[in-house]
Each structure stands twice: as C-alpha cells, then as structure tokens.
C-alpha cells in the first residue's frame, strides 16, 4: 500500500507485479528490501533506502582504536550427545572459582566466567549443544568466539560431532576439540585424529592447524590445558571491546520468577551495564533494578564478556535478541512499541529465505553469490556423489557451498543451520524427521527430497540457469 502511493500507482498493479514475482502479497504486508528494488524497478523508480526508525536511533559511534581493551573469548561447547559437554561445563564451573572471591559457581544463569591461575577469564556459555548455538545465530545473534567440540576417545565421530563441527564451520568460528573420556581403558585418541583427519581436520600435533587436547571431563585431567589453548587461540583473535560506553549485548536466557519477577541473562558485548541504565532488548525494556553473576552476588556493574542476570525488565526476552542501553526512557519505549508491533505485521511476513526457484531470479539481478546447501542423504555413497555434483555446477557468478551434509533424516539442527545461514535443504531417500518439517514451514526453508541422483543435479542446474518451474 506504502509504496503503491509513493509512487503514485494502484495497489492493484503492485500486487500484479508481486504476483508475477512469485510473491503472493496483501497490501498491508511489508515487503523485504530486494522485492521493493525489484518492484520499484518495474515502474521506473529507483529505490533509496534510509536507516529505518526501527533500527533505533542508536547512534553508532566508531570505538577509536585506543578505546578498545582486550576482553575475555565467549566459549560454547558441542559435540555428540554422552560425549561430556555437560561434564566439562559442571567440572570447570566447579574447579574455577573466580580468584579472591568466595563462593563457587551456584547458580545457572545460561552463562558463567572464570578466571584462571594467571588472572585471564573465559565465558561460558552454559548451554552446551550447536543447536542452542544455531538458534541464536537464527535470529542474527552471534556472540560466540570459540568453540570446544568435545568428542568422546572411546567412541567415533558421530553424526552430532559432525553437526557441531558444521555449525561451528557455518558460523565462521573456530574450534578445538576436546578428546574426552581418556581415563577410560577402552579409549583411543588417536583414532579420533585420524578421523578428524580424514575429514581434513588436522590436529596442531600432527602438524595441522586445529587445536586439541586429550581430556577427561569427569577426572578433571587436561581441562586446565585445554583451558590455556582457549586462551591461546583467544590471542590470535585479538578480542576487543569498548568498556566506556552505553551496553550493548546479547540476552542469553530468560525466565519469569515467582519471587522476583522477570529475571534475564544478558552477556555484555560492549561497554558497560550499570544498575539504573534503561534497557531495550527485543520487545521488552525497563529499567535494570539488580544485576547478580553467577554466584549470586549482587554486583553494580558489568562489562564486556561478562554474563549478568538482571531485574528490571517488563517481560521475557527471547534468547537472542539483542539488547542496548537507552539514555531517553520515552525513546526506548517508542521503540519497544515499534517492535512489537512490527513483529505483529512480520507473522504475515514474506519470504525471508532462499528457495530453489528463486535462486534464478537473484542470480539474474546479480546480487546473489553463493548458494548454500544441507545435503542429507540415505547412504553415505548417495551423499558423497551427490555433494561432489553440486560442487562441480559452481560457476563465475556463484559458488555452491555444501555447508553440512551427512547420513540421516533432516532433523530440526538442519533447518535451523539452514534458518541461520539462508541455506536449502536437499534430502536423498530422507523426509524431514519430527518437528522438522514444521520448523520448516514456520522458518521457511525450502526442503527438497530427490530419490533419482540425476533428477537432484538437474534441478539445481535448471535452479542457476532461472529454468526451474516453481513446484506445487
Ligand atoms: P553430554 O550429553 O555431552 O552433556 O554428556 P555428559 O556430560 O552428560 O556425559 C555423558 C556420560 O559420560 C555421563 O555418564 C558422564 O559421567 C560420562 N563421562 C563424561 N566425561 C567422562 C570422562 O571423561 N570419563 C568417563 N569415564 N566418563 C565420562
């Protein structure tokens, strides 16, 4: 409707050309930025877009290099189920008490820090899993630095290790492994490596670039080692933030308490939190009234990497919503109302991801680069041919990624990974498994199943060249 009288045509037409777009589209519905280009295009207009008002008057000030300090790496473990996130999580959080102060770890606010022997701190998040990870990452949160893959010595590289592994290489974050479990007789490391290796994951002891360290989770054996690896690496990323000005973060997890009201973990990425400063994350905001840390105690002021627990907000916040310091409480509730209400008009929102038949037309408009593929497959033959396919049908305009790929039904982690990273699903002789298909429809990823290899690669190629006939 907005844009129909912007400029100065019927809606009718506007809704025409959507149609031929492929986009079926009311006249309240809002449209993303590429569609209203295209549109505008189709009438003679060019389209200038101007920071919304939504994404808020928060004024982005360039830190200057001399205001960046060192700040400590945010860690999130994952691996295969049984292979001891929650041991390694559980035995450093009771082994690290922060120096000079009392008290051990009592809490589970979604997050904790530590301070080893030599005064550096780590962040943890306590939520261990890629799933958690890419769910965040879905909704445009990244907060992670490093990632410990944990994978049990006495065991192989299981589907979940591979997800992990996926979802870490998705995101662009590196990882160590950590080869667990080796108190056991039955345990044999260097079987792991060479797996690893296999996979083109070369260990730093044989000469690769990845870091690894044997561990046992439950003895407590190598953790403070791999410990200084993750400082290590957190060395190479020269992790860098602001303290000196208005907060600004991610909310890790929320809850409504009985006793106190809305409690939400938020991890500080910049600047510094204080009791008092007004709050906005997501559709919720207040005035921060307590902040505690991990051990319960009440603390003043929080800065970068360093995970709080607050009171003060009007609601739950959803993990992964960002979160920013207001100076003007009227604005921050303007702004809040804003939101709520664009979320309303976004649950009739128009296509957010890639699909196969669209791919044609954003390679056409040349603004399209690089497909991604989850490729999932019935037998590890299938997958293997079939990803060496894709691959080969990358051209100069754009490169095809198969950025997960593995044996097994298309689970949830799938279509998340695929949310996260605006990649397609291709299944070979698998279905959507449990809630994954819903999680597709509700994410809109567009999953296709193959049973004939050929159909598969022909599909893709008709995708590139814009051929593909939309599917029913
Ligand atoms: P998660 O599912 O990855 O979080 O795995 P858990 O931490 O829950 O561990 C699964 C099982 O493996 C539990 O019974 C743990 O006690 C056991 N476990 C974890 N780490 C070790 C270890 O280093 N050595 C041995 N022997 N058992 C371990």
């Not at 949830?412 to 279905?431: K, Q, Y």
Request: charged content about 25%.
């Amino acid at each position: 409707g907005e844009i129909a009288s912007m400029m100065d045509v019927p809606i009718t037409k506007v809704i025409g050309t959507c149609m031929s777009l492929g986009i079926m589209v009311t006249m309240n519905q809002r449209l993303d930025a590429e569609t209203l280009t295209i549109v505008a295009d189709e009438f003679g207009y060019e389209v200038q877009f101007i920071t919304t008002d939504i994404e808020e008057n928060i004024e982005v000030v360039e830190d200057r290099p001399e205001d960046l300090k060192s700040r400590a790496p945010i860690v999130t473990v994952m691996g295969h189920v049984d292979h001891g996130k929650t041991s390694l999580l559980d035995y450093i959080r009771k082994t690290n008490v922060i120096a000079g102060e009392s008290g051990g770890i009592t809490q589970h606010i979604g997050a904790y820090a530590v301070k080893l022997e030599n005064g550096q701190r780590i962040t943890f998040l306590d939520t261990p899993g890629h799933e958690a990870f890419t769910a965040m990452r879905a909704r445009g949160a990244q907060v992670t630095d490093i990632a410990i893959i944990v994978i049990a010595a006495d065991d192989d590289i299981m589907p979940q290790t591979k997800e992990a592994i996926s979802h870490a290489q998705a995101a662009g974050v590196p990882m160590i492994f950590a080869i667990n479990k080796v108190d056991k007789p039955t345990a044999n490391p260097d079987k792991i490596k060479e797996k690893l290796a296999a996979m083109n994951l070369l260990v730093e002891e044989w000469g690769g670039k990845y870091q690894s360290h044997d561990i046992s989770a439950k003895m407590g054996m190598g953790v403070n080692e791999l410990l200084e690896k993750v400082l290590l690496e957190a060395e190479i990323l020269e992790l860098k933030a602001n303290p000196n000005k208005p907060a600004q973060g991610t909310v890790v997890e929320a809850q409504l308490d009985k006793g106190r009201g809305y409690v939400s973990t938020i991890l500080v990425q910049a600047g510094t939190l204080r009791i008092g400063d007004y709050v906005l994350a997501g559709k919720n905001h207040g005035k921060i009234r307590a902040m505690f840390d991990e051990r319960g105690h009440a603390i003043k002021e929080a800065g970068p990497s360093t995970p709080v627990s607050v009171l003060g907000l009007d609601g739950a916040p959803t993990a992964g919503d960002k979160f920013n310091v207001y100076e003007d409480e009227r604005e921050a509730k303007q702004i809040a109302a804003k939101r709520t209400q664009l979320i309303r008009e976004q649950s009739v929102r128009t296509q957010k991801h890639i699909t196969l038949s669209e791919i044609g037309r954003r390679i056409a408009l040349g603004q399209f680069k690089e497909l991604n593929i989850i490729l999932k497959g019935d037998v590890d033959g299938s997958v293997e041919a079939l990803s060496d396919s894709f691959l080969k049908l990358s051209t100069e305009e754009i490169q095809i990624n198969i950025i997960h790929k593995g044996v097994g039904a298309i689970t949830e982690s799938d279509v998340l990974l695929a949310s996260a990273s605006d990649a397609i699903i291709i299944g070979f002789n698998v279905r959507p498994q449990g809630n994954a298909k819903m999680l597709a429809e509700k994410e809109e990823i567009d999953i296709r199943n193959y049973s004939i290899i050929y159909a598969a690669i022909d599909d893709l190629k008709d995708a590139m060249e814009g051929m593909l006939s939309p599917e029913m």
